[in-house]
């Protein structure tokens, strides 16, 4: 169970609906604990975990479900899957397949709630006031510093009630506070924590005969004392990181983004809003359903993991493990004390780089998981080309003049295609280039010995100044369709191509674009970049 930011380092947590007894759905959703950990404290406090630091004087940037008043005092929010947004509710739609009747649905809502810690300094007359920091006799710093409690509410209910109308319970958490008196008399910390009113509605919907859509809705139901406070005071009856896990007996969940043959409509049909519900599992689980379902304000791909040479949070999941130990092992000891005192989560991450083993360490220096065992060559087939790394390696490649086979169509420079984007594990950048028509620039081999095409799309505006610079997108061969063209053309940014035209990027004495020819002006010649730089991959 998550650590809280306070003294306890125990969660809240409310149990609901309890004629439901769990039926297996824990072991479900202990699967996915340390992704959902993850994504509940992802940016809580970020290196060097400092509260003077710039970065942690603005938080909570993910899945924030603040008071409706204060969020649309300006206008209603906008609706989208991304949780960066500010909102006052999320909503969860996911496909379910019910093995027999008597199916149960489990939710779990888990979030953080503000926790502010105000250090007091004991006055000469007996009371005491508030201060930013305090250092007592025993050398300790104690800061006033917003932390952060988690809390889960877990919900049941069976399927055939879901069926039969939406199903709701609160989902909130009352107020709080905790006073920790200080050594030696130098004052006390206070912790206060303000009522969060939240509620969870859970609906289904019945598609197939075995197939159900299942909308899971939270909302924040309270009011903003004022709507117009600062954000960091709203912030104090808000949901901060609010995430979904989604389990039940007897249920098989249903990939969203791969979903199986002919459900592929039923998945488009799901709408959901500042979440986005992925499998969840173990590496080794495939295929296109699951036992439980993650619902969160970060986009991740179905069953995402967390490294297993990770030996602790660091609050970044988007960095280096590596790279974030080190920097933290270089902290002066004033940085580091000034860590401690801002924040008990901060303080175990010290504590955990300053003691790390060697061989623990060494682990987070990488790891090779895509290796698979060498395949001999079939007989007769054409000798291997020399590794990349040896010399030769390259000899015989042209990007801009090779061509490869698609479809029996030979594709190379110029060759108009349609990009078709393989469905699962397609760069989400490329899925929103699909259908649409490119033109080839160049065909690459990277050192893996896989192929790859750089193309600018066609109805790109800046596609030939991405073509002159060599700024381009890729795809593999299997991800594109040749299309007829009555004339070629050049790739965009190398001059036009006609029936007396060159290969692109070859002139007509042999020579590489990038020296000018004796006819051309200086000026002229510039209009073009050199090979070396059109052709490079970039990222």
Same mark, same amino acid.
């Given at each position: @169970?998550?650590?809280?930011? /306070?003294? /306890? ?14 039926? /297996? ?148 958490? =009352? ?49 903003? =004392? ?70 969160? =304000? ?57 003691? @790390? =083993? ?33 010399? /030769? ?37 490329? @899925? ?108």
């Amino acid at each position: @169970m998550p650590e809280s930011g /306070g003294v /306890g380092g125990v969660a809240d947590v409310v149990l609901t609906v309890g004629d439901t007894p769990d039926g /297996g759905s824990g072991g479900a959703f202990a699967r996915v604990s340390g992704v959902a950990d993850a994504v509940l404290y992802e940016g809580y406090l970020l290196y060097p975990y400092r509260r003077s630091s710039a970065k942690n004087r603005v938080r909570w940037q993910f899945g924030v479900l603040l008071p409706r008043d204060w969020v649309e005092a300006d206008g209603p929010v906008v609706p989208g899957v991304s949780g960066s947004a500010d909102s006052w509710y999320q909503r969860t739609e996911c496909l379910v397949r019910a093995r027999r009747p008597g199916a149960v649905v489990r939710v779990r809502l888990r979030y953080l709630r503000m926790q502010h810690k105000q250090v007091r300094a004991a006055g000469p007359d007996g009371r005491d006031l508030p201060v930013e920091s305090l250092r007592t006799e025993d050398g300790r710093d104690h800061l006033t510093f917003d932390e952060a409690v988690p809390h889960e509410v877990d919900l049941a209910w069976p399927l055939a009630d879901l069926l039969r109308g939406e199903c709701g319970a609160d989902a909130g958490a =009352p107020a709080g506070e905790e006073t920790e008196v200080l050594p030696g008399g130098a004052g006390r910390v206070v912790r206060r924590r303000e009522e969060i009113r939240a509620r969870t509605a859970v609906v289904a919907e019945r598609l197939t005969e075995d197939v159900y859509r299942l909308r899971v809705r939270t909302e924040n139901t309270g009011r903003a =004392p004022d709507v117009r406070a600062v954000r960091g005071e709203a912030l104090r009856h808000a949901l901060l990181a609010a995430h979904t896990l989604i389990g039940g007996e007897d249920l098989e969940f249903v990939s969203l983004v791969d979903p199986p043959a002919g459900l592929e409509d039923q998945a488009r049909g799901c709408v959901n809003e500042f979440t986005y519900p992925v499998l969840g599992g173990a590496p080794e689980d495939t295929g296109p359903t699951g036992p439980v379902v993650l619902s969160c =304000p970060i986009i991740l791909p179905d069953r995402p993991q967390v490294a297993p040479e990770s030996p602790g949070d660091l609050h970044d999941a988007a960095e280096i493990d590596e790279i974030l130990t080190l920097r933290t092992m270089l902290l002066t000891d004033e940085e580091k004390a000034e860590a401690r005192a801002t924040d008990p989560r901060a303080a175990r991450i010290l504590d955990r780089v300053d003691t @790390m =083993p060697p061989e623990v360490f060494a682990r987070l220096h990488g790891a090779i998981r895509s290796l698979t065992p060498a395949r001999p060559a079939p007989a007769g087939a054409p000798a291997a080309r020399p590794a990349w790394w040896q010399e /030769g390696a390259d000899d015989g490649l042209s990007p801009a003049t090779d061509t490869i086979v698609v479809d029996g169509v030979d594709v190379g420079g110029g060759s108009p295609v349609r990009l078709r984007p393989r469905g699962r594990g397609a760069d989400a950048q490329d @899925m929103f280039l699909a259908g649409r028509t490119a033109r080839v620039a160049a065909v690459f081999h990277d050192v893996d010995g896989s192929t790859h095409l750089a193309v600018t799309v066609d109805d790109d505006p800046a596609a030939e100044l991405h073509g002159w610079y060599g700024r381009f997108h890729y795809f593999r061969p299997d991800e594109v369709e040749p299309l007829d063209s009555v004339e070629p053309v050049a790739p965009p940014g190398r001059g036009p191509r006609g029936t007396d035209a060159r290969p692109a990027g070859r002139r007509r004495d042999g020579s590489m674009d990038g020296a000018t020819d004796a006819s051309e002006t200086p000026a002229q010649g510039a209009g073009r970049l050199p090979d070396r730089l059109q052709q490079r991959p970039t990222t």
